[in-house]
C-alpha cells in the first residue's frame, strides 16, 4: 500500500507559475513509476509527466519545455514546476505510484489559470 498526498495548487494567472508537490508514505520504497496527471472537466484523465526511479522523465507534449517533473526518492516527494500556463492547464492534478503490486493515486489538486 502507498498513501499519496498533493499540496500546491490554486488560482494563478496566466504566464503564471505553480508548484505542485506530493508526498509518499506506506511501501514508498517500492515505488518504480511516479507521475502526474490531470483531468479537466468532460474530459478524460491525461498524462502529465512520469519519471522512473533512477531514470529519465517523459512529458505530454502539451507541456514540453513549460514544465519540470523531479523525484526525491530520499524523502518519497514528487515534484512538478509549472511555468508560462495557460487556462488549458485548468484541471485537477493527480499524483500517481506504480509498484508491482498495483498503481495509486492522491486525492487531487486544483489548478485554475485565468485569463
Known amino acids: 500500500q502507498v498513501q499519496l498526498v498533493e499540496s500546491g495548487g490554486g488560482l494563478v494567472q496566466a504566464g503564471g507559475s505553480l508548484r505542485l508537490s506530493c508526498v509518499a508514505s506506506?511501501?514508498?520504497?517500492?515505488?518504480?513509476?511516479m507521475g502526474w496527471f490531470r483531468q479537466a472537466p468532460g474530459k478524460q484523465r491525461e498524462l502529465v509527466a512520469v519519471i522512473p526511479r533512477g531514470g529519465i522523465a517523459t512529458y505530454a507534449d502539451s507541456v514540453k519545455g513549460r514544465f519540470t517533473i523531479s523525484r526525491d526518492n530520499a524523502k518519497n516527494t514528487l515534484t512538478l514546476q509549472m511555468n508560462s500556463l495557460t487556462p488549458e492547464d485548468t484541471a485537477v492534478y493527480y499524483c500517481?505510484?506504480?509498484?508491482?503490486?498495483?498503481?495509486?493515486w492522491g486525492q487531487g489538486t486544483q489548478v485554475t489559470v485565468s485569463s
Open positions: 500517481h505510484a506504480n509498484i508491482m503490486s498495483g498503481n495509486y
Open positions: 506506506g511501501n514508498a520504497f517500492s515505488i518504480n513509476l
